[in-house]
Structures are given as structure tokens and as C-alpha cells.
């Protein structure tokens, strides 16, 4: 499966930012997938922000405060990541991943995630 992510590379503060992964070699709703957002940043280092699964229920994490929403296109394969609010400090590099080791839960661990996309820079400055 490969993954690859296409948004914006510049946001400014206070906007949201929305990012969309693109996957091809298997099906986002074939069972037990997961599909996650993960960030890595000097900062805070490799952060999980949300996943969506198979089934289509989507996860996040709660440190994020309720700033992030997962949704996805069947008909082309494709979720995508809307951020919310976003300050200076959401500048990282932004990965999407796939755990397909069908599992029942999703996992907010990134080490459980085997395929990933390169990933895309984003900043954040006005």
C-alpha cells in the first residue's frame, strides 16, 4: 500500500489547515485497516492526532482539544485531516499511516503503523 500526503504548506494562525492522504494498493474500508494522522515536530517530537478505521468511526487525541475531525472519501480512496485553530506550534511535518495488522482497535501508538506516506512540511506563520 502507499500512502502520500497533498495540502497546503503555509498556513496562518487562526486558520484551519486540511490535509489529505491519498492511498492506493489497498482499500480504506477493507477490514480491520486503520488510517491515521501523525506529526512530528522539533517541539513535541512524533504526536498521533487521530485515526479513522475501516468501519469509518474516527479517534482522536484529547490533547489536541477537540481541534482535529477526520473524514474520508470512499470513492477515491482518500481521508483527510482538518486542524483547526491552528498556532505556530502545529508547524511539524504531517504523515499519514496505516496499520494493517487487523487489529480490532485502533491504535494510537505510531509504532503500530507499518506503511506510511513521505510527509509533508507544514508552517504555520502569518
Known amino acids: 500500500v502507499q500512502l502520500q500526503e497533498s495540502g497546503p504548506g503555509l498556513v496562518k494562525p487562526s486558520q484551519t489547515l486540511s490535509l489529505t492522504c491519498i492511498v492506493s494498493?489497498?482499500?480504506?474500508?477493507?477490514?480491520?485497516?486503520?488510517w491515521s494522522w501523525v506529526r512530528q515536530s522539533p517541539v513535541k517530537g512524533l504526536e498521533w492526532m487521530g485515526a479513522?478505521?475501516?468501519?469509518?468511526?474516527?479517534y482522536d487525541n484529547p490533547s489536541l482539544q477537540s481541534r482535529t475531525s477526520i473524514s474520508r472519501d470512499t470513492s477515491k480512496n482518500q481521508f483527510t485531516l482538518h486542524l483547526t485553530s491552528v498556532t505556530p506550534e502545529d508547524t511539524a511535518v504531517y504523515y499519514c499511516?496505516?496499520?494493517?495488522?487487523?487489529?480490532?482497535?485502533?491504535?494510537?501508538?505510531?509504532?503500530?503503523?507499518?506503511?506510511w506516506g513521505q510527509g509533508t512540511q507544514v508552517t504555520v506563520s502569518s
Open positions: 499511516a496505516a496499520d494493517m495488522n487487523l487489529r480490532l482497535q485502533v491504535s494510537s501508538d505510531p509504532r503500530d503503523y507499518g506503511y
Open positions: 494498493g489497498d482499500s480504506i474500508i477493507a477490514n480491520k485497516n486503520h
Open positions: 479513522i478505521s475501516y468501519s469509518g468511526s474516527t
